[in-house]
T-cell receptor, first 116, second 115 residues
Framework: DTAVSQTPKYLVTQMGNDKSIKCEQN?????MYWYKQDSKKFLKIMFS???????INETVPNRFSPKSPDKAHLNLHINSLELGDSAVYFC???????????????FGSGTRLTVV | AQKVTQAQTEISVVEKEDVTLDCVYE???????LFWYKQPPSGELVFLIR??????QNEISGRYSWNFQKSTSSFNFTITASQVVDSAVYFC????????????FGRGTSLIVHP
């Protein structure tokens, strides 16, 4: 069983479209995250949810909207996609926010988004 | 502000060579946590190790070892007798209260192990 699973693994779409990436964790963790990895491999946090509540919202265009229907799921919806949104998006989870900071995360396998 | 520097962008070695990946960090906090993650060609990010600032003991796990030195603000990672399967991008990360415990990642070091 995959601990943190993301779908789809690959996503190719045209500029201006709206798309969603789904993430689910079966670890019973309370906290989930979205990270963006750019073409130079730089990893930057975008959002974090703790028990369905948004706790971190870094400087991200408001075209990006996370949604957490329950603590096991954290989806990322992106409106009006732009070329610069092309990246690998990673979902991650941790037992709690503090545990994540102190012990590290469990990451999903990533979603490679290509905007053409 | 906190910062993690992995000065080596890419390292290329031949199988069975030992290789050390450097990580230098900056933080004003006295309590902080350091991590290494591995990203193989398949793309996922795999947690390797965590070390807190109060524990300077070096750690060994099979062919992997980590050398934490507060005096030089470094947390280096050594792979002994490298194997082709070690080929990956390795990330060092730091979390501390000064950064609201949001991990700061280095830019990664790409390790290529040739057969």
């Amino acid at each position: 069983d995959t601990a943190v699973s993301q779908t789809p693994k690959y996503l190719v779409t045209q500029m201006g479209n709206d798309k969603s990436i789904k993430c689910e964790q079966n670890l019973g963790h309370d906290t989930m995250y979205w990270y963006k990895q750019d073409s130079k491999k730089f990893l930057k946090i975008m959002f974090s949810y703790n028990n369905k509540e948004l706790i971190i919202n870094e400087t991200v265009p408001n075209r990006f909207s996370p949604k957490s229907p329950d603590k096991a799921h954290l989806n990322l919806h992106i409106n009006s996609l732009e070329l610069g949104d092309s990246a690998v998006y990673f979902c991650a989870s941790s037992q709690s926010f503090t545990t994540g900071a102190l012990r590290g995360y469990t990451f999903g396998s990533g979603t490679r988004l290509t905007v053409v | 502000a906190q910062k993690v520097t992995q000065a080596q962008t890419e390292i290329s070695v031949v199988e069975k060579e030992d290789v050390t990946l450097d990580c230098v960090y900056e933080t004003r906090d006295t309590t902080y946590y350091l991590f290494w993650y591995k990203q193989p060609p398949s793309g996922e990010l795999v947690f390797l190790i965590r070390r807190n600032s109060f524990d300077e003991q070096n750690e060994i796990s099979g062919r992997y070892s980590w050398n934490f030195q507060k005096s030089t603000s470094s947390f280096n990672f050594t792979i002994t007798a490298s194997q082709v399967v070690d080929s990956a991008v390795y990330f060092c990360a730091l979390s501390a209260s000064g950064g609201s415990y949001i991990p700061t990642f280095g830019r990664g070091t790409s390790l290529i192990v040739h057969p």
